[in-house]
């Protein structure tokens, strides 16, 4: 199977996941707050857009999973890189997801 093969059949759910697993390195919408109270630093960072991209990402596996579920048997993907891919970008989600509740700082 070669590369415009394995594009054209991979579900468009997952297409929509790798896009925004790299679009949320670029686009952030956050707020950051700190404030220094008898020598106690308190931080707060939060970044809306990182988290609505980790969302986005994983409901693109999901919605993946099922229209590749639900294709003619030749168009399916193979089942070893539909998982690769999910594993992939479920850990895009969760690093987009730490990043906004600001647990991993911003690139």
Request: glycine residues 10%; contains cysteine; proline residues 3%.
């Amino acid at each position: 199977m070669d590369l415009r093969q394995r594009i054209s059949d991979t579900p468009g759910g997952m297409k929509i996941g790798v896009v925004c697993a790299a679009l949320a390195f670029v686009i952030s919408f956050s707020e950051s707050s700190y404030s220094n109270i008898d020598g106690v630093v308190t931080w707060f960072y939060y970044d809306y857009a990182a988290m609505g991209f980790a969302a986005i990402i994983l409901i693109g596996v999901v919605a993946g999973f099922r229209q590749n579920h639900s294709a003619h048997p030749a168009r399916r993907a193979p089942a070893g890189y539909l998982l690769g891919l999910a594993a992939v970008l479920v850990l895009f989600a969760a690093l987009h997801a730490l990043r906004g509740l600001g647990v991993i700082l911003a690139f």
